[in-house]
């Protein structure tokens, strides 16, 4: 077979994330509410306010911004994790990051799945936050037995998936009808399954261990648990949400509200109680949550320093709130967080000054004109001063662990505060996972680099970085 019979992975994500969508949408119908609610906001926001409408026209994010959702799902074991991540790779996919939960209470840690080139996640931005429950923090032995012993009888991959990804790896592709087979074959480890593997007793004491337990191994798979778009005004979406049946969660996680946006900020609400059937009683009066919504603004990516900075001023701000955010403090936590990130340059150009976050550079039509002409000592900032070149931020395409901690609380409910002994453990995480994660510094910085490099070979002139 020739390469050139091949789908593009980008395109197989691309599908796989629409048919996601769709399934979710059927699953959970406030998703559908929500994600008319964000749509109305963005166009708003779009025709409200010209300058960020001009930054997404000249990123290009424009065009990925109705495309743009991550989902999030857990899975019980390092073989579900490992096929897990050959099947994400099918779609392009990569694991970017390591997240430990277990200071925060929550007995996972993770990654995100993503696309990692600029030109890729403008075809897709798609991203699937993963993590691996780990079941050695489970302090009764026998209910420590008694998970691994469900999670080991289950397979969460349809034999049709798997022979894919064989597929897939064995010939460095799939060609049409094997992509379009794949994608429906790969959505069924993520559907929702109302019936559960244990008894309603065992439920009850997996979900007493701690709700994620139950959660993670009581199911058949790792369904997806939400799907959030993005949104250009979360205040605005928040304080809309009530109006449309929605309730979120008190305290938008992450930064506070800027003129210039950074990283990533997110709230959640609990979307769905789910009837489940045991395997001892087809009708059962217990229930489950496992479906969220969210939504979330993408800011820019902050560099080590901007990270440092924007990770002290948090702390401080929580240090001085002496609590967890919640509903009673939400007001003083905001004002706090205000208070603190007064710190924090507000402007592009600052943050770009004090190299604080990653940007973009563009030629422009001035510098096109002038090209051929430039002398060979020209710098960057030079460039910038006469028009020659201008520059944007680069969009963050993480996540923050701060605030995954607080989306998983939020959505488990209050028995989310534990303490676990456990220390954070990246290397047994790409051991299960069977390769290493990527920096996600590296690669914004690579994108940085590329974007100058590419104005330089339009101005011709010999490369700046
Ligand atoms: C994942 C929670 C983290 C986010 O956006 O930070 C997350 C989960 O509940 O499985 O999705
Ligand atoms: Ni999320």
């Not at 019979?5 to 406030?30: C, N, T």
């Not at 960057?380 to 995954?404: K, T």
């Not at 690669?443 to 101005?459: D, F, G, H, K, V």
Request: proline share 5%; glycine share 6%.
């Amino acid at each position: 077979m020739s390469i050139q019979s091949f789908v593009s992975p980008d395109l197989i994500r691309q599908g796989f994330s629409r048919a996601m969508s769709a399934m979710y949408r059927e699953e959970v119908p406030l998703y559908g509410a929500l994600m008319e609610l964000v749509a109305q906001t963005n166009a708003q926001v779009l025709r409200s306010d010209h300058r960020v409408a001009q930054q997404l026209r000249n990123t290009g994010e424009i065009e990925r911004l109705d495309l743009e959702r991550h989902g999030a799902i857990r899975v019980g074991t390092a073989g579900e994790l490992a096929t897990i991540s050959r099947l994400f790779a099918v779609m392009g996919m990569q694991p970017v990051g390591y997240y430990d939960l277990t200071p925060a209470g929550v007995p996972v840690h993770s990654t995100a799945f993503r696309a990692v080139h600029e030109a890729s996640l403008q075809i897709s931005p798609f991203r699937v936050f993963t993590s691996l429950l780990r079941l050695e923090l489970i302090e009764n032995p026998e209910l420590r037995e008694f998970a691994r012993s469900v999670l080991a009888r289950r397979s969460i991959f349809t034999p049709g998936a798997l022979a894919l990804i064989d597929k897939s790896e064995n010939q460095g592709g799939l060609d049409e009808q094997d992509a379009e087979a794949f994608v429906e074959q790969a959505l069924e480890t993520f559907r929702w399954h109302h019936s559960a593997t244990v008894t309603a007793k065992q439920y009850r004491q997996l979900s007493a261990q701690h709700r994620l337990v139950a959660d993670v191994v009581a199911f058949k798979g790792p369904h997806i648990n939400h799907l959030t778009p993005r949104t250009l005004d979360i205040d605005k979406v928040q304080a809309q949400m009530p109006e449309h049946g929605i309730t979120p969660k008190a305290v938008i996680e992450g930064p506070p509200r800027r003129e210039c946006p950074i990283l990533l900020r997110q709230t959640s609400f609990k979307a769905l109680e789910e009837p489940i059937a045991f395997i001892d009683q087809a009708q059962s009066c217990d229930s489950h949550s496992a479906r969220f919504g969210e939504i979330e603004q993408r800011g820019a990516a902050l560099t080590p320093a901007g990270r440092t900075l924007y990770d002290r001023l948090l702390n401080a701000a929580r240090d001085e709130l002496k609590d967890f955010p919640n509903e009673k403090n939400a007001q003083r936590y905001n004002a706090l967080l205000q208070a603190h990130f007064a710190e924090f340059p507000d402007s592009w150009a600052g943050m770009r000054e004090q190299g604080l976050a990653y940007f973009r550079y563009f030629v422009t039509e001035q510098g096109l004109a002038a090209s051929g002409a430039l002398s060979a000592s020209e710098t960057l900032e030079g460039l910038l001063s006469r028009n020659y070149i201008r520059f944007e931020p680069l969009v963050y395409e993480d996540f923050l662990p701060v605030s995954a901690a607080g989306i998983f609380q939020s959505n488990l409910g209050d028995d989310g505060q534990n303490h676990y002994a456990g220390r954070s453990n990246q290397q047994e995480f790409e051991k299960a996972l069977g390769r290493s994660t990527l920096n996600e510094l590296a690669l914004y910085a690579e994108t940085q680099r590329r974007s100058i490099l590419e104005c330089c070979a339009a101005l011709d002139l010999p490369p700046l970085v």
